[in-house]
């Protein structure tokens, strides 16, 4: 049985993985001050409420508030350690990494650090941030030392260990996946790896810096893009060859050693969709793959709203005394990714969007994650319906376990999850 280490820890930035993370620790009874910068959320928490949707972190949460292990705050207070999970967004055309809240992070904890304390740095981050951290740390606090010039001597700890969780399981998968964890020097790592020890089960392995860590963390999340591109370039390949894309990959992934991944609309979340960026932004003669697999990703949105011109247009030829207007369009699904109620970076999102621009029929949309269309979306002719509507054209473009369930539409069909019209 582990003695607990550390007796009350910091979490700076209550999101998706702020406050799992945040409520996963206090449920190891360790007191927990999670810190947000927007008043709502801390309010929300401190109520023993939560303001995302993520299986049983609602359970967690208000159990953990109830006894009094977590609390939030919009403050940094003094802890034994701080785990920063802050957005890591690009900006710009060039898709540069925009490193603003983990600066702002540790200028607001560098007030309240003490001798002995440890900072992880848990956001996705380009290579190089984590020391980046560690100046902006040390500027801010000229009287502690910090390892990046004290070696193991530091008054301080500094570590990167990126998240990996998936959302939709990110309860069971902070406690069952491994972790890297790249400190500065190892003491800083064999810290880390005794905070994360509190729940893991899985392995910490330790990597040789941060830099790599950073880049581990990269790495995993271009793979899965670059092997997402694979898929949606087949289908656009099978679309010009009048081939099922479904059947295809099914056909394929029965030799051994090949496993193509799904198809859709395009690749979203702020994750997957954001940090092969950073690789390309760090060398960028060298990424040429993970480049174009961006683009052939970022892409497919656009290649779908000319599929749906097109079936637009040819409904038209087939019925002359009918105008656009008349043609009606049921869009499934806006969320990222299936089931789950996230819209961020959604192409689904991208796709309604541009469609409720530039048609002037009735346009209707299924999302049972969803209360209320976004901002975005409100407009006179768009308006949220459930399960059963009638339209010309039925536009799936996410896989819901609602709409792999139902009956058919009847219409026109375009379906970029391949759940209604694959060859079985
Ligand atoms: N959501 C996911 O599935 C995963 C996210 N990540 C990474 O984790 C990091 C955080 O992502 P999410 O939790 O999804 O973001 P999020 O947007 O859900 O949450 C970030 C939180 O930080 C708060 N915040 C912003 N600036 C702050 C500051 N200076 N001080 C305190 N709080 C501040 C925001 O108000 C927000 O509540 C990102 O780097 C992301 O790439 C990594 C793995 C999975
Ligand atoms: C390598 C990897 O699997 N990374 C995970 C990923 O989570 P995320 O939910 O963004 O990934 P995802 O399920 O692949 O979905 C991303 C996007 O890709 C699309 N997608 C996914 C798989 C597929 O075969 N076809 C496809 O089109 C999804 O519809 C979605 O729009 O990114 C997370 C993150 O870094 O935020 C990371 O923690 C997760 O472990």
């Not at 260990?161 to 064999?190: A, F, H, W």
């Not at 497919?300 to 709203?305: D, E, I, S, T």
């Not at 749906?308 to 087939?318: F, T």
Request: charged share 20%; with cysteine; proline share 7%.
């Amino acid at each position: 049985m582990l003695k607990k280490p550390f007796k009350r820890i910091s979490v700076i930035g209550l999101g998706y993985i702020g406050l799992p993370t945040a409520a996963m620790f206090a449920s190891r009874k360790i007191e927990v001050v999670g810190v947000d910068v927007n008043q709502q959320t801390v309010d929300t928490i401190n109520r023993g409420e939560v303001h995302i949707v993520e299986p049983d972190l609602d359970m967690v949460v208000r159990a953990v508030v109830k006894e009094g292990y977590l609390r939030a705050s919009t403050k940094p207070e003094e802890a034994e350690a701080f785990l920063i999970a802050v957005p890591t967004p690009f900006k710009g055309q060039n898709h540069e990494p925009d490193l603003s809240y983990i600066k702002a992070a540790s200028r607001a904890i560098a007030p309240v650090l003490q001798l002995g304390n440890l900072v992880i740095l848990e956001s996705t981050s380009p290579v190089g941030a984590t020391e980046a951290m560690a100046d902006w740390l040390a500027e801010a606090r000229p009287d502690l030392s910090f390892p990046q010039h004290a070696g193991e001597a530091s008054d301080i700890r500094i570590a990167h260990c990126p998240e990996r969780v998936l959302p939709g399981k990110v309860m069971q998968e902070l406690i069952s996946n491994d972790r890297v964890v790249g400190g500065i020097t190892p003491v800083c790592s064999k810290c880390a790896v005794e905070l994360y020890k509190t729940f893991v089960t899985g392995d910490c392995v330790i990597a040789s810096g941060p830099r790599v860590a950073e880049m581990a963390k990269l790495t995993e999340n271009a793979f899965r893009d670059v092997n997402i591109a694979f898929a949606n370039e087949l289908s656009l390949i099978c679309d010009e060859l009048n081939m099922d894309v479904w059947e295809l990959i099914r056909l394929a992934n029965r030799h051994p050693r090949v496993n193509i991944l799904q198809p859709g609309p395009g690749v979203g979340g702020h994750c997957i969709a954001v940090d092969p960026w950073f690789i390309v932004s760090s060398a960028p003669e060298q990424a040429r793959l993970i480049r174009t697999a961006r683009e052939v990703n970022d892409s497919k949105p656009n290649w779908v709203l000319n599929k749906i011109r097109a079936a637009i247009g040819a409904h038209l030829m087939e019925n002359p005394s009918k105008t656009a207007a008349d043609v009606t369009v049921a869009i499934y699904g806006l969320a990222f990714k299936p089931d789950i109620d996230d819209l961020r970076e959604s192409p689904a999102l991208t796709i309604a969007k541009e469609l409720a621009a530039k048609h002037n029929g009735p346009i209707f949309v299924v999302e049972p994650n969803i209360t209320a269309l976004p901002e975005m979306l409100c407009a006179e002719n768009i308006q949220l319906c459930d399960l059963s509507i009638e339209a010309t054209i039925h536009l799936l473009l996410v896989d819901h376990e609602s709409f792999r369930g139902m009956d058919i539409p009847q219409g026109i069909i375009i379906d970029t999850r391949g759940i209604w019209t694959r060859v079985s």
